[in-house]
C-alpha cells in the first residue's frame, strides 16, 4: 500500500456526512443470519450536528425503514464502503473537554426484526416474483438474488409446484426456504446474500500478499486462518482470499471479519478475518 498512513473516511447517516474528524469504528460481520453489528465514536463534532444525528428519524412510517448510515474507508488512493445498515442510536456526550458522539448500528436489523408479509401465491408462481416481494417488506437489497434465481433456473427449480403462503416473519421464512434450497443466506450492506452451502461467493479471488495490504497470517491447529490485512476493497463475508506469505499459503473462504479504524493510531486501521481452507 503506497499511501498506508494517509487515510481517509467518511462517516454518512442520513443526509448528514461527517469527514475530517478524529473517530473511531468497529465493524463486525460474519455470515451467520443474525445481523451485522457496527460501533463508531466519533470526537468533537459541530453542536449543529450533534442535534442533527439525535433526532434524524426514518423517511418512512414503517418498522423495516430504518435510517441509513455508512462508513467508507481506506486511504488516499483509493477507498471502498466498510459498512452500510441501519442506525440503532445516537448519543453525544461531553467528557475530558471534548465532545464525544457515539453511534451503534445494525446490518438490515430492523427489516429481520419487523418485516412481516401476508399474501399468498398460486401453483408454478416463480421463485423471485415471492423472494423480491419478501425483500421489499424488508427494506434491503436483493444482492445477488438474481444470480441465485438464474442458476435455480438452469435446474427447472425456479417456481414453487403448488404456490406458496408468506405470513408472519419474512426474514424467518426467507432462511427456511434458503436452507431447503441448500443455500446459506446473511444480510452483508443491507442487501441479501445468498451462497450455496460448502461452497463460496461468486467473484474474483482476493490475493493477499505482503504487497497487496497483509500484514500477517497463521493458521491454528484446526485448519482456521487468521489474517490482519490493510484496509482495502474486496473483503467480503462469504468470498475468497489466496494467501501467498512466508507462513502461510493457500485458498480460504472468509467466514467472519473485523474492520477497526482509529484515526489517530497508526496501527489502528485495517480488517483482522478468519476462514478455513477452501
Not at 143 to 155: E, H, Q, T, W
Not at 165 to 177: D, E, F, H, K, L
Not at 185 to 213: M, N, P
Not at 227 to 237: E, Q
Amino acid at each position: 500500500m503506497t499511501l498506508l498512513y494517509d487515510r481517509r473516511v467518511t462517516i454518512t447517516v442520513d443526509t448528514i456526512q461527517i469527514v475530517d474528524l478524529d473517530c473511531e469504528f468497529k465493524v463486525d460481520k460474519t455470515l451467520k443470519p443474525a445481523p451485522n453489528n457496527c460501533d463508531v465514536t466519533i470526537y468533537n463534532l459541530t453542536e449543529d450536528h450533534r442535534a442533527q444525528l439525535e433526532q434524524v428519524t426514518p423517511k418512512g412510517k414503517e418498522p423495516t425503514h430504518g435510517i441509513p448510515c455508512e462508513i467508507v474507508a481506506g486511504y488516499a488512493d483509493g477507498t471502498s464502503q466498510i459498512w452500510l445498515g441501519d442506525l440503532r442510536t445516537a448519543h453525544s456526550a461531553y467528557e475530558d473537554h471534548e465532545w464525544v458522539t457515539k453511534l451503534s448500528a445494525g446490518d438490515g436489523e430492523k427489516g429481520a426484526a419487523h418485516a412481516r408479509l401476508h399474501i399468498s401465491y398460486g401453483a408454478k408462481t416463480q421463485i423471485d416474483v415471492a423472494l423480491r416481494a419478501m425483500a421489499r417488506a424488508m427494506g434491503v437489497g436483493e444482492g445477488n438474488l438474481s444470480k441465485v434465481v438464474a442458476r435455480l433456473k438452469m435446474a427447472g427449480a425456479a417456481v414453487f409446484p403448488t404456490g406458496v403462503t408468506i405470513s408472519g416473519p419474512v426474514y424467518r421464512q426467507m432462511q427456511t426456504w434458503a436452507q431447503s434450497a441448500d443455500l446459506q443466506l446473511s444480510i452483508q450492506d443491507s442487501a441479501l446474500q445468498f451462497i450455496d452451502i460448502g461452497k463460496a461467493l461468486q467473484g474474483e479471488a482476493l490475493v493477499l500478499t505482503h504487497d497487496t495490504g497483509l500484514r500477517e497470517a497463521s493458521v491454528d491447529n484446526e485448519g482456521v486462518l487468521t489474517a490482519k490485512i490493510d484496509m482495502i476493497p474486496g473483503v467480503r463475508m462469504g468470498g475468497v482470499v489466496i494467501v501467498d506469505s512466508k507462513t502461510v499459503k493457500g485458498q480460504y473462504q472468509i467466514q467472519n471479519g473485523t474492520c477497526e479504524g482509529i484515526t489517530d493510531d497508526p496501527n489502528a486501521w485495517g480488517w483482522t478475518i478468519q476462514g478455513k481452507r477452501y
